[in-house]
């Protein structure tokens, strides 16, 4: 119940890879260094076949096992993506490009995977194939649904497949799981409500559209509370508006700009559905004409039973029962890991990153004590899915 011995002696080069991608940040699908640092560490440690350039600037290794009786194939996936945020954490490593930090801990998810395969390319301790995936584009550009387009699973066939991230204050060491969706759809809102401008003396010649705003944004938040079951959970958050641009002038248009997060997919259309009708009829009741553009981005993601079982016993067995916790709570926040599941039956573990800022704050630090646990998580599952017989 620990992590494997064979970590021991990568640890001190896994962490200078890791602090190296901290300190060399890229957005979106723009993370060509990083991805040719993970190829290039792929090829050297053996892997057998190393792919570029899938979902634009995604990397996938394949790894043999010493036998394939089984013809089974298993997926692990690790996102490679920075944010647009200014690090400060003041580390010797800190990033080195204004405005760009490794915020969310993929430094540290890249990093953990490329320990396991370089293991899993030495010892060949299994029977099948593992597919080693590398992600960009997590933080808002569905990197994942880009790579699943660009033949991800047609071309690399998976049984299963499984995401790993890091918890900021869970205890190093453990883990948590559930079963079920786990983390909400992530849509984007835009309302236009388009009225009639003119001089703000003589507001009976105009059709403001501010009081329609207002009216609207008091309504919309009905559709959560009148609208759905209280048992389902669902946000909408309005978060920006635009109107004018002089004291003395009553804007033609306003624009309105939020997110939507459900855990259901039932709910997620009921939602788009209302907005829509209020939108559309509010304004038509000012006399004004009011539009929604809704853009959906990443679904739900939703953890598979059986997989989630397998998932919490391999952390069993490098934590310890004790420390792998079967009631992780959900969260509204997204994950674009959701279109893999959509497609090959998986799920989603998190690792305890210890005391921590949290995510996507300006002062993360991913924990480099988490590498071990994480790529013995990634081994000892392999071991288990794909047993030597």
């Known amino acids: ?63 043999k096992g010493q036998s394939n009786t089984s013809g089974r194939s298993i997926g692990l996936r690790s996102d490679m993506d920075a944010l647009p945020i200014e690090e400060e954490t003041g580390k010797a490593y800190a990033s080195k490009i204004p405005g760009k930090m490794h915020a969310c801990g993929h430094d540290g998810h890249t990093t953990m995977l490329l320990g396991a395969a370089r293991h899993m390319a030495e010892s060949r301790a299994f029977d099948g194939t593992v597919i080693v995936i590398f992600q960009p584009a997590e933080e808002g550009g569905a990197g994942a649904r880009a790579m699943i387009e660009d033949g991800l699973f047609t071309r690399w066939p998976c049984n299963e497949v499984y995401g790993m991230h890091n918890r900021p204050n869970l205890p190093l060491g453990q883990f948590t799981i559930n079963s079920g969706p786990i983390m909400g759809s992530v849509d984007e809102v835009k309302i236009t409500i388009t009225g009639r401008g003119g ?162 704050h300006p002062k993360y630090d991913f924990n480099d004590d988490v590498i071990a646990w994480g790529s013995s998580y990634w081994t000892t599952l392999v071991r288990q899915r794909l047993p030597l017989g």
């Open 199 to 360: 001089h703000a003396a003589r507001p009976e010649q105009t059709l403001d559209p501010l009081p329609i705003a207002g009216a609207l944004l008091q309504a919309v938040q009905t559709i959560t509370s009148r609208n759905m079951d209280p048992i389902d959970s669902a946000v909408i958050s309005l978060c920006t508006i635009q109107a004018g641009n002089a004291f003395n002038v009553i804007p033609q248009d306003v624009v309105m700009t939020g997110t939507v997060r459900t855990l259901r997919e039932e709910v997620r259309d009921m939602v788009e559905e209302r907005l829509g009708t209020m939108v559309g009829n509010i304004a038509a009741a000012f006399g004004a004409v009011g539009t929604l553009d809704y853009i959906r981005h990443y679904p739900v993601t939703v953890n598979h039973d059986r997989e989630t079982e397998l998932a919490a016993k391999a952390a069993q067995e490098v934590a310890g029962i004790e420390n792998v916790h079967l009631d992780m709570p959900q969260t509204l926040g997204g994950e674009d890991f959701s279109f893999m599941l959509n497609e090959v039956p998986g799920a989603m573990i998190n690792v305890g990153n210890g005391p921590s800022a949290s995510l996507h």
């Open 1 to 63: 119940m620990a992590v494997e011995n064979w970590v021991a002696k990568e640890v001190a080069d896994l962490t200078e890879f890791r602090r190296d991608l901290h300190m060399n940040p890229e957005l979106l699908y723009d993370v060509e260094r990083t991805a040719q640092k993970v190829a290039e560490a792929l090829r050297a440690a053996g892997v057998d076949e190393v792919y570029e350039g899938i979902g634009r600037t995604g990397v996938v290794g394949v790894i």
